[in-house]
């Protein structure tokens, strides 16, 4: 067997190329640390103070070990969004809760919610959740307004909803913001 020099030239490119384009298997000389990404922490939910539910109180989170990170949480208002600041100021009472069905099915929760607070509360949300007749939740409906005023009393009424295995509610949540 004869060595071609013809052939030498474009076989060491071509071994050249497969080095660097990491197509070999080559030892590394300075090896990547590992990456090291903290835990993703999710805010611990929180009874906004001032406010009467009915039902059964739910056992908080146990207080996690380490810090979390302070959470941006953004508001959506009629002209955009806004950063969301905890206010304590702002009260409110669930005055009373009951269930409406219109002629086509559709279910609604009604009710009324009073601003007990001293100042305008800029966004309320009604949570409220559909529970089946075991008590297990199957589903859930919400209801908002914009800009409530002291002493002032919305009534809400949430979103449609026509579940058959649908027997009674529980407001689970009224944020305010």
């Not at 030239?9 to 030892?27: D, E, H, Q, R, V």
């Amino acid at each position: 067997m004869k060595f071609n020099t013809r052939m030498a030239a474009p076989f060491l490119i071509l071994i050249a190329l497969l080095m660097s384009s990491g197509c070999m298997n080559t030892p590394q000389v300075n090896p990547v640390p590992p990456v090291s990404i903290p835990p993703t922490t999710f805010p611990t939910p929180m009874i906004t103070p001032g406010v009467t539910f009915t039902g059964t109180a739910v056992a908080p989170n146990p207080i996690p070990e380490e810090t979390p990170v302070p959470v941006e949480a953004y508001i959506k208002r009629p002209f955009g969004y806004v950063q969301y600041e905890y206010n304590p100021a702002h009260k409110v009472r669930l005055l009373d809760t009951h269930v409406e069905t219109d002629p086509t099915g559709a279910r609604k929760v009604v009710g009324t919610i009073k601003n007990i607070g001293t100042g305008r509360i800029d966004l309320v949300v009604v949570t409220v959740s559909l529970l089946d007749a075991d008590g297990n939740i199957i589903g859930s409906t919400s209801s908002e307004v914009y800009y409530l005023e002291p002493n002032k009393v919305w009534k809400f009424r949430t979103t449609p909803f026509t579940m058959s295995d649908f027997r009674t509610h529980q407001v689970a949540e009224i944020f305010t913001g």
